[in-house]
């Protein structure tokens, strides 16, 4: 469906866009580490509460009123960002703008359970996504410099308007259960692995919020900056595509060996050699990466509990992940530097490295006996 790949590929737009946005509000507010760290993680903190609450809602709204409502709330949300002149009423904004995000994200679960063939439409959203991600931060650079962090988000107001009438060819029903969310003891199969997975998701936070800023800390101009980005964006295809090939347990574990070395290496690429070509192939393979490893992580999931209940945990770690990964970055970070912030994403990488390898070397546990 047409308006089903457009709507989720709109919905997070402004929080793409944070990778170079935040260097410029920091520049206007003059933000503190802490405050740093606070808008960095707002939108993901926000979506993290819809995605998480969506069993309370999505079946009471529908996939059409949730997404209506979504909307709804990032117009709003964006538009009193753009004139928000406090740092509080800016944070603020952001926590409701990414409640939105994850209104709209959530509301297309029922409609992609009810599709032919979800995992072609599951495709197609993620390569819109890609691009228009990509032609997003492209064009920020120019929009910085004509007006600032209140133009890029007036831009998203716009598209969001713009997407309003795709929301009522969304069917008005749903078939989403109001089923209550799987126990800890559910869970417990696959714990380890759900716990590399939210590890994994705090450095994807860490290392992907604070590019803008990295890039302007080695000397790059927020224009050079955002073009950057945008082709790195482009490496999740690749990654995509790559990870396919991992087909059998072992390859699994091989692949994401070999992968979460070679993010490691780009983190250090990154942080130690300057010039634009590096700060772009090392941010291109930081994504091509986290492409590559999601799946595979989902794939671990499912072979350490083939009952199917622990993947229902799964998009509540990568929302928390993402959403605490920036604060905690933020413990490590000063006004000026975020090194400290791209260290400890490297450290997570590993760390959930050893997590996912010890999950998938343990025997799956049985499933929980029904009731």
């Not at 904004?93 to 439409?121: D, E, H, N, W």
């Not at 999740?236 to 994401?256: C, E, T």
Request: a positive charge; charged letters at 5%.
């Amino acid at each position: 469906m047409v308006s089903l790949v457009w709507l989720c590929s709109m919905a997070p737009l402004a929080a793409v866009l944070m990778p170079v946005l935040i260097p410029v509000i920091q520049a206007t507010h003059d933000l503190s580490p802490v405050e740093l760290g606070l808008l960095a993680s707002a939108d993901l903190a926000g979506a993290c509460v819809a995605t998480v609450t969506a069993p309370l809602w999505l079946h009471r709204l529908g996939a059409r009123g949730g997404t209506l409502l979504g909307i709804a709330t990032l117009i709003a949300a964006n538009t009193l960002g753009a004139l928000s002149p406090s740092v509080a009423a800016l944070l603020a904004t952001r926590l409701v703008a990414g409640l939105g995000t994850g209104l709209v994200l959530s509301s297309a679960i029922p409609v992609v359970a009810r599709s032919l063939q979800p995992a072609r439409l599951v495709s197609a959203i993620q390569v819109m996504q890609l691009l228009l991600a990509a032609g997003a931060l492209a064009g920020s650079g120019w929009l910085l410099s004509q007006g600032g962090s209140s133009l890029v988000l007036l831009a998203v107001v716009g598209v969001s308007l713009f997407s309003l009438p795709f929301a009522f060819l969304l069917p008005s029903r749903s078939s989403a259960s109001a089923a209550a969310l799987p126990t800890l003891e559910q869970l417990r199969p696959g714990a380890a692995v759900l716990v590399a997975i939210l590890v994994y998701f705090a450095a994807v936070g860490m290392l992907t919020n604070y590019g803008g800023k990295l890039g302007l800390q080695n000397g790059l101009s927020i224009g050079t900056v955002s073009s950057a980005l945008a082709l790195a964006n482009l490496g999740a295809l690749p990654g995509s595509f790559v990870a396919m090939f991992a087909g059998s347990a072992g390859r699994r574990r091989r692949f994401l060996i070999a992968v979460c070395i070679i993010q490691c290496l780009a983190i250090g690429a990154v942080l130690l050699v300057s010039g634009a070509m590096a700060f772009g192939l090392g941010f291109f393979a930081i994504q091509m990466s986290i492409a590559i490893v999601a799946p595979l992580q989902v794939a671990l999931l499912v072979d350490r509990d083939p009952s199917g209940r622990a993947i229902e945990g799964l998009a509540a770690m990568q929302s928390v992940g993402q959403a605490a990964g920036p604060l905690l970055g933020a413990l490590f970070i000063t006004a000026a530097n975020v090194d400290g912030a791209y260290g400890l994403g490297a450290a997570c990488v590993i760390l959930s490295l050893l997590l996912m390898s010890g999950g998938a070397t343990m025997r799956p546990g049985r499933a929980p006996p029904a009731g």
